[in-house]
């Protein structure tokens, strides 16, 4: 199968491409690095992507930036950057994308447990969260041709441990899990679907 | 009780307008009449607002546009509609009114069905509702001085029946049984909840 990672070089993304590199073509995708490099929060920088990679099997996307820091300083500026990164940026690759799919094709985003399960600091990607699942839900209804569309939610992952402290209370999602979750996601027939990770 | 309407004069903001009159007072709020004319989508247009009004006991959100057309026209251009509007707008009118709140003020956010039940042509509401209602859970928990947060989620109304063709199946919600909900955010103790009516 060919599949786009986008965030390859991320926490996720590089335990993804470990997972799957012996079995699949995988395209690299990174802000920095990668076989491609790419801009999620420019539709420009996207859709040269696509006209780069040409047809592919599913895309994958563990990118998504957002605003983490105190109530008092969450303004229209500092929530841009979930709002235009994890959010948009997510979208984008959808809304551009859908001139590139074939028949089966599918999208995997990545949202997570701050949206049901919010942490002080997070606000920003709630949202950014949220909104995703929302979109999958409503992408799902839309699209023809057996193309899916999923979100993989897992709330604070094992490889992040700078982040536990934010998330008391919170069961690290292991490597593995998420794994299995994005295998369900990209090798599955569901659509529509959030996959709870917590 | 002072009460800031904002989207006084569209269909819900009417209607609770008419129940609220009589017992409280109301600043009607509106991007073309009203008290106080105001764009949401625009951040210092927002401040000036609160700045007219003073202190106030709660403000109650009704306003939002999204776009709304088929799967195909959704590009980044489209779906900034909903995610400058119904979204940042709704969440900006938080972000910003947290520097104006005292001790148990509220804020009433808008949000929809369409975050749980898509429907075709509403992808951009979709997101702009599930991001509001990720948010009132988040922004709950980080204000102080029981300032509270809350969002009601209606899915089509009564009183706008060019809508009803769009949601097969949707029993339409009543304007009472938004009234309610309503009521139930600004009278009540509740915080961080989605009233779900449908």
Known sequence: MKIIVVGASGTMGT???KAWKDKHELIKVGSNSGDIIA???SPESIKSMYEKVGRFDALVSTAGPTYVGPWSTLTDDTFRKGLEG?????????????DYVKPKSSFTLIAGGLTYEPQQNFANASVANGGIEAFVRAAAIEF???VRINAVSPTVIENSPQYFKYFPGEIPVTMKQLEYGFDKCVFGANTGQVVKLY
């Open 144 to 146: 023809e041709k057996d």
């Open 15 to 17: 335990h993804l491409v």
């Open 86 to 98: 994890k959010l948009m940026g997510q979208i984008n690759l959808v809304l551009i994308g859908k």
């Open 39 to 41: 801009d999620i929060t």
